[in-house]
């Protein structure tokens, strides 16, 4: 008897551990040109759900697209990009701003590494915090 309660509190322990990863982690699959060389198409991406306080310029971050991010060729329920300006930078040049040259509180601007081929913050201007999903930690091995 004492070994089948083990066996329920491990597994109720295996259970909990995997809810808490499943809300502090999830997967993500590239499936565009738009970080290339970075990034391709079939990459998977570890990603940590983070608020936009915790993260830096150059990180690669996942965002939930509004309407005008999608666009016509959307595909799947995430973009991913580079983070290029934080609350207080500066708009980097070409992105639409609603107000002077500083990105306001609660947005941000994200922008492909393959300008050629991405739809980015340069088209669809800055994006609401409330958006981001987190930062990729890492490429991960199919």
């Known amino acids: 008897m004492q070994a089948v309660i083990a066996v ?6 295996v259970a909990a551990f995997v809810a808490v990863l499943r809300r502090r982690f999830m997967l993500a699959t590239v499936t565009g040109f738009s970080m290339a060389p970075t990034l391709l198409p079939g990459d998977r991406l570890l990603v ?23 666009g016509p060729r959307a595909r799947t329920g995430y973009v991913i990009k580079r983070l290029a300006a934080l609350p207080g930078d500066l708009v980097p040049e070409r992105v639409p ?9 609660g947005w941000m601007a994200i922008l492909g590494d393959n300008p050629d081929v991405s739809r980015d913050s340069r088209d669809y201007g800055l994006v609401a915090e409330k958006r981001l999903v987190g930062v990729v930690v890492r490429a991960i091995a199919t």
Do not use: E, N, T
């Open 8 to 13: 329920l509190l491990m597994g109720s322990g």
């Open 48 to 70: 940590r759900r983070a608020p936009l306080s915790r993260l830096r310029v150059g990180d690669i971050v996942v965002v939930v697209p509004d309407a005008r991010m999608a």
């Open 97 to 105: 701003s609603p107000s002077d040259a500083q990105v306001p509180p």
